[in-house]
């Protein structure tokens, strides 16, 4: 077992913990006898959450034959996997067995969407998720092919317009940074005009991030940073959706930045269904 099965175990303890409370009322009136089941697409798209189900075989009396791994695409009617044991194991995990195969499905999917507009940027999801979901959340985004932008505010200093606000300039606000974090780390920085892009390029930014700008400044950042600063990384955000999309892979960017992979998904619909 890898460090990933213990973190998603205590995840699915608490999952578990939420729906099952005191005890699930239904164990007392469920014949103890060994039992086979389907879950069933119900929707298309991109599979994720496998990763976590396959851990509930840690703490049930049930095993798991997987048709499809994480990220692959399915389609309306598929057998996803097959599962046996306990009647009252299965019949406790299923309500969470089943949320978890949604939820990541459904942003995977949407995720998946997203990359399938364009074909030269590179794709990142942000830290507008929900309370405690952050890594599950985040891995479904990856099923779906887009790259993870920063997980937590400890893997990437991001000077947000509230923090410089706290500072006389960009550059105070970087040379403060740069004496302080840990040599690894980047800076980014957020941009909302042409002159913010340039004078945190010009302090030693190693991401610049172009904050709802219009596609005529980003441009202009674009070319000031070709021809002065070609290092550093520049990333468009911003009211990005799947509509607008195509209208960044143009701009030179190299990357793009959207909430909505993520917050913007919906449940994708599975069954599960009793052999007889």
């Known amino acids: ?16 913990k939420e729906d099952i409370g005191r005890g699930d009322l239904a164990r007392d009136i469920i014949p ?6 389907r879950v069933i697409a119900k929707s298309e798209g991109v599979i994720a959450g496998i990763e976590y189900i396959k851990n509930f075989s840690y703490l049930a009396d049930v ?3 997987f048709n499809f791994d994480d990220g692959d695409l399915y389609k309306n009617g598929d057998v ?36 399938k507009r364009v074909k030269k940027l590179k794709i990142l999801d942000t830290r507008k998720t929900r309370p405690l979901l952050r890594n599950f959340e985040k891995y479904a985004s990856k099923c779906g092919g887009v790259t993870n932008h920063r997980l937590g505010l400890d893997d990437c200093l991001m000077l947000k317009d509230t923090h410089l ?10 040379e403060i940074s740069r004496a302080n974090i840990p040599f690894t780390t980047k800076i980014e920085v957020e941009a ?3 002159t913010q892009a340039k004078e945190a390029m010009e302090a030693g930014a190693d991401i610049v991030m172009c904050d709802n700008m219009d596609f005529g400044t980003i441009k202009k950042v674009v070319e000031f940073r070709n021809k ?13 959706t799947l509509e607008n999309l195509k209208n960044y892979e143009d701009l ?13 998904a919906t449940f994708k619909d599975f069954s599960m269904k009793i052999k007889g």
């Open 1 to 16: 077992m890898n460090l990933m099965n213990f973190q998603i175990i205590d995840f699915l303890k608490e999952v578990l």
């Open 32 to 37: 103890n006898k060994i039992i086979n089941a």
């Open 63 to 65: 095993k798991f034959d």
């Open 80 to 115: 996803i996997f097959i599962l046996s044991g306990n009647a009252k194991d299965i019949l406790s995990i299923e309500r969470s067995l089943l949320n978890i195969l949604q939820h990541a499905s459904g942003i995977a999917s949407n995720a998946y969407e997203f990359t």
């Open 165 to 174: 606000a706290t500072f006389k300039s960009i550059k105070e606000a970087i």
């Open 192 to 194: 909302e005009t042409l």
């Open 228 to 240: 002065n600063y070609p290092k550093t990384l520049l990333e468009a955000s911003g009211n990005i």
């Open 252 to 264: 030179g960017v190299d990357a793009i930045s959207s909430g909505a992979i993520i917050h913007q």
